[in-house]
């Protein structure tokens, strides 16, 4: 009866913490872990700069316009004469007065000598001579006057005022033929962009398997811990028996040593299952992006039996294209055929279009101004290499390697898939031969049990033929669930060979 009770209380205690524990499905650990995985968060990212990146390299075919502008204070101004012509200049009207001035004192000499010579009259002379005195010093003056002012004003006219400088410009520059390099660039922008998509799909894909994997190790490793309680309890029930008949006289001390060893076995075995369940679970949760503490139960578990179906042994041709591994290298493959082409590109002449204004101030265009003035301008570019020392051929013959090596690797990824096809099939076949020998050794293991049991009972057996049957149902019963999880196994396996999850 305190048996009983004690069993009810372990059923209970058993059914509360099922209540209260987090029952998760497989597909349920799957989205977990694809949600909450740090590397696809990374992937993700590196995705969108790809993506971006393709979105850079569309803009080399539009024209691109860039504006440009500064400012500069010089401490000296820039000349267009020299000082001696700047003074020349400002006392030209002086050296002009003083030059009317001889020129009158000579005029009026003369005057006089033609006077003496009577070819004028003297009358006339002295007319002349008096309106030359009336009228030269106020002339002289005004002349100096107006030259001094006129000499300013063409030296400040070449005044360049260049102590502050100021430029704005803008260019436009819309390629015409730059080599291919171009069109090269954004092919490798496009295959990048899906190989990152690619990578992403082959991360989901990895943690999809590893979820499986330790999905149905958890699965497994419950079902074991439940066979280990069942058979801790035959176990006991068999050292219980037989220390009733070690008091009732019908048993020795020998037979109750043996069973107490086993006992011990038991109780060993139910507490390494048991630690091994909770590792699997932390295990689990890790890779669902749970806190490893976490109380969860799965679905799958809590069957008696794992549903398991027969997987079919396949082949299949289109394995090679879907398999992400031989897509990237695949891509890797074109894209050093692309920069490739970019090495040979330099070979070739690069022509732009180019167009622009440039604006100053101070301008030259109408003197020397204050002002913003500027012009426009278009033309066309070329460049044409000449002469590089070889540069560019060890360049081209680099690229080439580059190209024959992601060839042999893709060439090497296609044969190991192959293999790896292969082998998964052969792990279906096995797992399905080992599933259907488990439950036929299941069945024979029973009804030994049955018999040894009854001969006990009957006094036909001793405890070592029932201890022998006891672990012999053990390990069918063990290899009954090795089977079945080896099944789900080889099937997860082989449609990761094929490229399907």
């Not at 048996?3 to 372990?10: E, G, H, S, T």
């Not at 100096?144 to 520059?173: C, K, P, W």
């Not at 086993?262 to 699997?280: I, P």
């Not at 039996?305 to 289109?318: G, L, P, S, W």
């Amino acid at each position: 009866m305190k048996r009983l009770i004690y069993i009810l209380v372990i059923f209970l205690y058993a059914v509360a913490d099922g209540m209260s524990a987090e029952v998760l499905s497989l597909d349920t650990c799957r989205a977990r872990a694809l949600a909450g995985n740090k590397q696809i968060g990374m992937s993700r990212v590196k995705q969108e700069m790809a993506k971006n990146a393709r979105k850079a390299a569309r803009t080399l075919y539009l024209p691109h316009v860039d504006l440009a502008g500064g400012y500069m204070y010089s401490s000296r101004e820039l000349s267009l004469l020299s000082d001696a012509q700047k003074n020349m200049l400002s006392t030209m009207g002086t050296t002009a007065s003083g030059a009317i001035g001889q020129g009158m004192t000579d005029l009026g000499a003369n005057l006089q000598r033609l006077a003496m010579a009577g070819k004028i009259s003297p009358q006339t002379a002295n007319d002349l001579i008096t309106i030359m005195q009336t009228v030269g010093p106020s002339m002289a003056t005004s002349l100096e006057t107006y030259g001094n002012e006129l000499g300013r004003q063409i030296t400040d006219a070449f005044s360049t005022n260049t102590h502050h400088m100021f430029v704005a410009s803008a260019v436009l520059t819309q390629p015409l033929f730059m080599g291919g390099v171009i069109t090269a660039s954004n092919k490798i922008a496009d295959i990048t962009e899906r190989m990152a998509g690619t990578q992403i799909e082959e991360k989901e894909s990895n943690i999809t398997y590893e979820v499986d994997n330790a999905y149905w190790l958890v699965v497994s490793l419950r079902h074991k811990q439940m066979l280990a309680t069942d058979y801790l309890a035959l176990v006991q029930k068999l050292d219980d028996d037989v220390h009733k008949m070690i008091r009732e006289g019908v048993a020795t001390r020998a037979d109750g040593l043996r069973v107490d060893v086993a006992l011990n076995e038991a109780e060993m075995s139910k507490t390494k299952v048991d630690n091994a369940l909770t590792l699997a679970r932390m295990y689990l949760c890790q890779k669902c992006g749970m806190d490893v503490n976490s109380d969860i139960t799965l679905v799958d578990e809590q069957k008696e039996d794992v549903d398991v179906a027969v997987v079919n042994e396949e082949n299949d041709e289109q394995v090679y294209e879907r398999r992400r591994e031989l897509k990237l290298l695949n891509d890797a493959i074109e894209i050093s055929r692309q920069k490739t082409k970019i090495a040979r590109a330099a070979y070739l002449p690069q022509l732009a279009l180019m167009g622009g204004a440039i604006f100053t101030n101070p301008s030259v265009y109408n003197g020397f101004e204050r002002k913003f003035k500027g012009s426009f301008n278009v033309g066309v570019a070329v460049r044409v290499p000449v002469l590089d020392w070889g540069e560019n051929m060890y360049k081209i013959r680099a690229a080439k390697c580059a190209t024959n090596l992601a060839q042999l690797t893709y060439d090497e990824a296609h044969d190991m898939i192959e293999l790896q096809v292969a082998q998964s099939n052969f792990k279906v076949r096995e797992a399905n031969k080992k599933l259907i020998t488990a439950k036929k050794n299941i069945q024979s293991a029973e009804e030994n049990l049955r018999c040894a049991n009854i001969g006990f009972k009957e006094g036909v057996m001793n405890t070592t033929d029932v201890m022998s049957a006891q672990t012999a149902w053990l390990k069918a019963r063990t290899q009954k669930i090795d089977a079945e999880i080896d099944v789900k196994l080889s099937e997860i396996a082989q449609q990761k060979a094929l490229g399907r999850n």
